[in-house]
């Protein structure tokens, strides 16, 4: 196994290598890395690095969505002030139109 220092290294480079990424580009690499750690010849240091990067793009992933909740929101405001969340749920299902009334 690695040592601290490899170990620090690796969550360094892996932390650069997404800080800059869209939400496309996160979700993208995610799906590779689920086809990598599927792998039956993946070694444990490998698996580890994958599982990793993983964590970080998810994270990433979810400031993307965060952010946008937020523009969305301020998008939806009512006249009155109050948001319309009623417009656009926070569901998968009020997306695709099967929210129920």
């Given at each position: 196994m690695g040592t601290e220092k490899t170990?620090?290294?690796?969550?360094?480079q892996v932390q650069t290598e997404t800080r800059k990424m869209t939400f496309e580009e996160?979700?993208?690499?995610?799906?590779?890395?689920?086809?990598?750690?599927?792998?039956d010849d993946l070694t444990l240091d490998n698996a580890l690095y994958f599982f990793?990067?993983?964590?970080?793009?998810?994270?990433?992933?979810?400031?993307h969505?965060?952010?946008a909740q937020g523009r969305?929101?301020?998008?939806?405001?009512?006249?009155?002030?109050e948001f319309v969340e009623k417009i656009l749920g926070m569901t998968l299902e009020?997306?695709?139109g099967e929210d129920e009334e």
């Open positions: 170990k620090s290294r690796r969550k360094t996160a979700l993208e690499d995610l799906e590779k890395i689920i086809i990598e750690l599927e792998r990793e990067k993983g964590i970080h793009l998810v994270r990433r992933c979810d400031t969505l965060k952010n969305i929101r301020e998008l939806f405001k009512g006249e009155n002030g009020s997306f695709s």
